[in-house]
């Protein structure tokens, strides 16, 4: 054991030897996790107020293809790496738009590995950035430009397309399951009313002979999004209960109903990433919550002939519940 034996992994070679660390594990979830990366992106510009359409498609050949109508990726020349921001973006760890409150505000995105490491991990990646009147390319195989970037024609539109395939030899299998994805789209069109998100999979057709495809647009946002979880339950109310608010500047969405079950049904999210784990947000809503009905119902003495206590717990019994916070700097874990 010599200083000979340390080694250093250069640039995306890290991400190829040690995939798991950054996207979960390889199997369906690390494989499915590589198109929530890439969505994230244009979820971000639409959070921005710069996007408004995002389409998802499953190719016959199960690599994946993301189009927004958002600003682009920038193209310019990055004045530190003497080479186009794109490929910046497109290649080097730690590289994105996400570390300083001027162009996002708030994003899923915090350490600007997402993208990079999507390409990392394909065998071939491409981009098509439509921005300035102009059609800007880039290819790699697993995470190495093939070409400087290049203009490869005019157009009016704007937005950025990423098209990758997932390298074999790192997934155990890279067969997409729409399932998962559309459940997901289904997910962040919820999360950011207003938002379109069409998801296509072009491996299957249905009876008509069409592609089988999906498209998701919310108006009402988290009102649909537990009418949506609650579809199978009796609900005890006929209007979902809805309150949005803004405090120290983080806004804060809440949406809740009660139904016949005695199961609680509670979903959280930050920045549209679901907080599996839970966090400050859901703590602090179950506390509010307990207070809040606590305080009530000693006010009116319903209890006080009986020989009860209320916990928390009951509070909750045959709630659905999402909690929605946007947060500018969060802390996950």
């Known amino acids: 054991y010599s200083a000979g034996s340390i080694q250093v992994l250069e640039g995306l070679e890290a991400v190829r030897k040690r995939p798991a660390m950054y996207i979960g594990d ?83 995105g915090l350490h600007g590995v997402g993208v990079s490491c999507v390409n ?56 997409y399951v729409y399932d998962i994805l559309s459940a997901r789209m289904r997910e962040l069109s919820f999360l950011n009313k207003g938002i379109t998100i069409k998801i296509t999979d072009s491996r299957n057709k249905n009876e008509a002979g069409d592609y089988i495809s999906d498209c998701f647009h919310s108006e009402g946002g988290l009102k649909e999004f537990v009418k949506y979880l609650d579809a199978t339950r009796d609900s005890l109310m006929e209007n979902v209960m809805y309150m949005e608010g803004e405090k120290n500047g983080i806004p804060v969405e809440v949406a809740m109903q009660y139904n016949t079950s005695y199961t609680e049904n509670l979903h959280s999210y930050v ?42 717990d009951d509070f909750r019994e045959g709630l659905t519940a999402v909690v929605s916070v946007k947060v500018m700097e969060p802390q996950f874990e």
């Open 271 to 312: 920045n549209n990433i679901n907080t599996h784990e839970g966090g400050t947000h859901l703590a602090g809503f179950r506390r509010a919550l307990t207070r809040t009905l606590k305080s009530y119902v000693e006010k009116t003495g319903v209890l006080n002939k009986e020989k009860l206590t209320i916990s928390g």
């Open 120 to 175: 990392a991990l394909s065998e071939h990646l491409k981009v098509l950035v439509y921005r300035d009147n102009k059609v800007f390319c880039q290819e790699y195989e697993r995470g190495n430009p093939l070409y400087p970037v290049k203009v490869i024609g005019d157009t009016t539109k704007r937005g950025t397309e990423v098209t990758f395939r997932p390298d074999k030899s790192i997934f155990i299998d890279t067969e």
């Open 26 to 108: 390889v199997g369906q979830k690390g494989l499915h996790h590589l198109v929530y990366e890439v969505t994230d992106n244009s979820i971000d510009e639409a959070l921005a107020g710069h996007c408004k359409n995002i389409y998802v498609t499953i190719n016959e050949d199960n690599s994946i293809t993301v189009l927004d109508d958002g600003r682009g990726i920038p193209t310019g020349m990055h004045d530190k790496e003497k080479k186009s921001a794109l490929e910046v973006v497109m290649t080097v760890l730690h590289a994105g738009g996400k570390f300083d409150k001027d162009s996002y505000k708030v994003s899923g």
